[in-house]
């Protein structure tokens, strides 16, 4: 039997609006102001009836240019994850210290936590997003974000880590022993939740209250929480943890705008410009703004189908992953409902938030200091090397191949979303050495004239036509690139 959502027949018709694509007027009045926030000076995103949005140069690129660095608007960790990165909560930097960095990870380990070796393999250098195609009017497609295969220090296999004591681990974690030259790497101070969660931690107080003030109030289980039964909140965490950590950052996209609502609201009460109750909706209506710029369907009729899933089992496949959703959504709006925001918490708008990431999000990667500081110790001097080896060898043959594990999470980035396809695109999703936070970056592939429009490749774009065809029609359209018009039979 299929879950019902009162709220989907009580708030119909303001569910429809909140769901209607912005304006072309809209969606460039928004973007404009983004870009110039963001001091993205090199591009502006345009819109027409024929091809949606579009990033396009407003000056030259040169080959590996930045183009674009974006600032997410909703992201978060992997809760697995988090065991072997402590990094911001807000912008994912790594925190700490590198002692801390690996004593934690060392203790983790030791309790049976660590991340496994098929996990390290599978994000260690790649990762993968998806975008809407706006040239099709929304169509699903997918990008791969490479990153440059670094050395790799020789350590112990997986299953032959060799364990520290435990006063050795303890003694890294509260500072009392030094690597040598960790100095090298050092790494912003720790600064706790302000609310007292003790899960959720920062690099700054900047971020700690940014993060509060966007997000993290709603879906802190702290005493300064201000979730209205922190129990369901921490059930549905772990329901997100136990299922699909998608609805993690569903969640602070729910409190994103109700805490956007009740920021306008303040002004306007301030101002005494509130009254009517459609006064209330055309307050939630801009608080939803952000979110009403990325392309969404409902989640269960746009993820994937599984590949032992066949096409007889899809309805049944499909039906199920809407009830998750609706388990999901039922827990998050015990611990979080808020009556003047009440259409947030309908299965239409909680499905679309769910499928605008599914369809839109770009794996969030953040390259590890760990790695960096074994591979500095690795190419030292041969006369220091020794010496520096005989303290860090240990700790790296303790953590074998999870030295190298680096931060993973997903994200929605709001300008990067609006990049189309080309199988010979002129740019790409690319950290470089200096990219150390959660922002997404964009690369020159080679020269970009003043007007031209900005592409990234959703898929290997070095396969043959037939099979680029094939990768790009599992989201719903056929590319029409140069390269596709000359490599067509």
């Given at each position: 039997m299929t879950s019902i959502c009162t709220l989907?027949?009580?708030?119909?018709?303001?569910?429809?609006?909140?769901?209607?694509?912005?304006?072309?007027?809209?969606?460039?009045?928004?973007?404009?102001k983004l870009i110039k926030t963001r001091q993205c000076r090199g591009i502006n995103i345009k819109q027409d009836g024929k091809y949606g949005k579009g990033v396009y140069a407003v000056t030259e690129f040169a080959e590996d240019?930045?183009?674009?660095?974006?600032?997410?608007?909703?992201?978060?960790?992997?809760?697995?994850?988090?065991?072997?990165?402590?990094?911001?909560?807000?912008?994912?930097?790594?925190?700490?210290?590198?002692?801390?960095?690996?004593?934690?990870?060392?203790?983790?380990?030791?309790?049976?936590?660590?991340?496994?070796?098929?996990c390290v393999e599978m994000h260690q250098h790649t990762s993968k997003g998806c975008y809407p195609d706006d040239s099709l009017d929304g169509e699903e497609n997918s990008l791969m974000v490479d990153h440059e295969n670094s050395e790799s220090c020789t350590s112990s296999d997986q299953d032959d880590k060799v364990p520290r004591p435990k006063e050795v681990?303890?003694?890294l974690m509260n500072g009392d022993l030094v690597l040598p030259h960790s100095d090298q790497f050092s790494l912003p101070s720790v600064v706790p939740c302000p609310g007292g969660c003790g899960e959720a931690n920062y690099c700054s107080k900047l971020c700690a209250e940014a993060d509060w003030e966007l997000f993290h109030s709603l879906l802190c289980t702290g005493e300064r929480s201000g979730s209205s039964c922190k129990e369901a909140l921490m059930k549905f965490v772990q329901h997100a943890n136990e299922t699909n950590?998608?609805?993690?950052?569903?969640?602070?996209?729910?409190?994103?705008?109700?805490?956007?609502?009740?920021?306008?609201?303040?002004?306007?009460?301030?101002n005494q410009e509130m009254g009517s109750e459609d006064n209330g909706?055309?307050?939630?209506?801009?608080?939803?703004?952000?979110?009403?710029?990325?392309?969404?369907?409902?989640?269960?009729?746009?993820?994937?189908?599984?590949?032992?899933?066949?096409?007889?089992?899809?309805?049944?496949?499909?039906?199920?992953i809407r009830e998750l959703a609706f388990t999901s959504l039922q827990l998050l709006k015990e611990a979080i409902f808020d009556k003047e925001c009440a259409p947030l918490f309908s299965l239409e708008?909680?499905?679309?938030?769910?499928?605008?990431?599914?369809?839109?999000?770009?794996?969030?990667?953040?390259?590890?200091?760990?790695?960096?500081?074994?591979?500095?110790?690795?190419?030292?001097?041969?006369?220091?090397?020794?010496?520096a080896e005989k303290i860090t060898r240990p700790f790296l043959d303790a953590l074998g191949d999870d030295y190298s594990i680096c931060c993973q999470g997903t994200?929605?980035?709001?300008?990067?979303?609006?990049?189309?396809?080309?199988?010979?695109?002129?740019?790409?999703?690319?950290?470089?050495?200096e990219d150390r936070d959660g922002q997404a970056t964009i690369i020159a592939l080679r020269p970009i004239s003043k007007?031209?429009?900005?592409?990234?490749?959703?898929?290997?774009?070095?396969?043959?036509?037939?099979?680029r065809q094939g990768l790009l029609a599992d989201y719903g359209f056929r590319c029409r690139c140069p390269k596709c018009l000359e490599d067509e039979p």
């Open positions: 989907d027949v009580e708030f119909a018709d303001k569910i429809d609006t909140l769901l209607q694509p912005p304006s072309p007027h809209e969606v460039k009045d928004y973007f404009d240019d930045l183009v674009l660095k974006d600032q997410m608007l909703v992201g978060a960790q992997h809760s697995s994850n988090k065991v072997d990165c402590l990094v911001c909560s807000y912008c994912f930097r790594f925190i700490g210290s590198i002692e801390l960095q690996i004593g934690r990870k060392l203790y983790l380990q030791d309790l049976g936590l660590s991340a496994s070796k098929e681990i303890t003694a950590d998608i609805f993690l950052p569903a969640a602070k996209a729910v409190s994103f705008t109700i805490l956007n609502y009740k920021k306008l609201k303040a002004a306007h009460l301030e909706f055309s307050l939630l209506l801009e608080a939803w703004k952000p979110l009403s710029m990325g392309y969404k369907k409902k989640w269960w009729n746009c993820i994937v189908l599984p590949d032992d899933v066949g096409s007889h089992d899809e309805a049944s496949f499909r039906l199920q708008i909680y499905g679309h938030i769910i499928g605008m990431f599914e369809l839109n999000n770009l794996d969030l990667v953040v390259a590890s200091p760990v790695e960096d500081y074994f591979l500095y110790i690795d190419d030292l001097p041969c006369l220091e090397k020794e010496k994200a929605f980035f709001p300008i990067q979303s609006c990049m189309n396809h080309s199988c010979c695109p002129n740019a790409k999703a690319f950290k470089r050495e007007g031209e429009e900005i592409t990234i490749s959703y898929i290997d774009e070095d396969l043959p036509f037939k099979e």
